[in-house]
């Protein structure tokens, strides 16, 4: 099975700083799509931004972007800027893109981020 | 369109008793999931389904039972609910066909806590 490993359990950023989050995945397979999900104290599971494997382009949504390296199969998130409303836990996640798992999501254990003012 | 909703949002349990984890989704998703989520250890799937009457074993199935009569309903019963069972319980859902644009929606969550 994959695995999904985040090695930060907790990160701190002074507000309108950049951070970045690490996830790192193993995997067999070619062809895979990657995900970070923000978990606010709300609990409730935002998605911020999704990479297709097979795009060698790096994926970015406003003030989020991410560096993924396929080869070193690793998936790190970049917040610019940050907001206080940034603070959440972050979940990097993995989808198989074929096969019969290939609904399945596989999460890492998360990352707490915290903004200071 | 009310996206993927679960109730009760909190529930208290005593050992032994047994209770059902209600979710639904409006957006005619085939594809639905259960989640616990447990400090330190992320989301952790439980069962899912690809469709009205099949369901699947995920990482963590044992005291679970779950079953998919409709495509928009997805409950997920505890037989006998143990103090290990205490978590935060996440249901989801996506197209399930696989397409850059699946991603899972996950409705807000259920805290249950088993004494």
């Known amino acids: 099975a994959q695995t999904v490993t985040q090695s930060q359990p907790e990160m701190s950023v002074q507000e309108a700083e950049t951070v970045t989050l690490s996830c790192t995945y193993d995997?067999?397979?070619?062809?895979?799509?990657l995900f970070w999900y923000k978990q606010p104290p709300s609990r409730q599971m935002i998605l911020v931004i999704r990479?297709?494997?097979?795009?060698?382009q790096n994926a970015t949504e406003n003030r989020f972007s991410v560096n993924f390296q396929k080869a070193a199969k690793s998936f790190s998130l970049k917040i610019s800027d940050s907001q206080l409303g940034d603070a959440a836990m972050y979940f990097c996640a993995y989808r198989s893109s074929r096969g019969y798992n290939f609904n399945k999501f596989y999460f890492g254990s998360g990352t707490k981020l915290n903004v200071k003012p | 369109n009310a996206g993927v909703t679960q109730t009760p949002k909190f529930q208290v349990l005593k050992t032994g008793q047994s209770m059902t984890l209600q979710c639904a989704q409006d957006m005619n998703h085939e594809y639905m999931s259960w989640y616990r989520q447990d400090p330190g250890m992320g989301l952790r799937l439980i069962h899912y389904s690809v469709g009205a009457g099949i369901t699947d074993q995920g990482e963590v199935p044992n005291g679970y039972n779950v079953s998919r009569s409709t495509t928009e309903d997805f409950p997920l019963r505890l037989l006998s609910a143990a103090p290990s069972q205490t978590s935060v319980y996440f249901c989801?859902?996506?197209?399930?066909?696989?397409?850059?644009?699946?991603?899972?929606?996950f409705g807000p969550g259920t805290r249950l806590t088993v004494l």
């Open positions: 989801a859902s996506s197209y399930g066909r696989g397409l850059d644009t699946d991603t899972q929606y």
């Open positions: 995997t067999s397979e070619s062809d895979y799509y």
């Open positions: 990479q297709e494997a097979y795009k060698q």
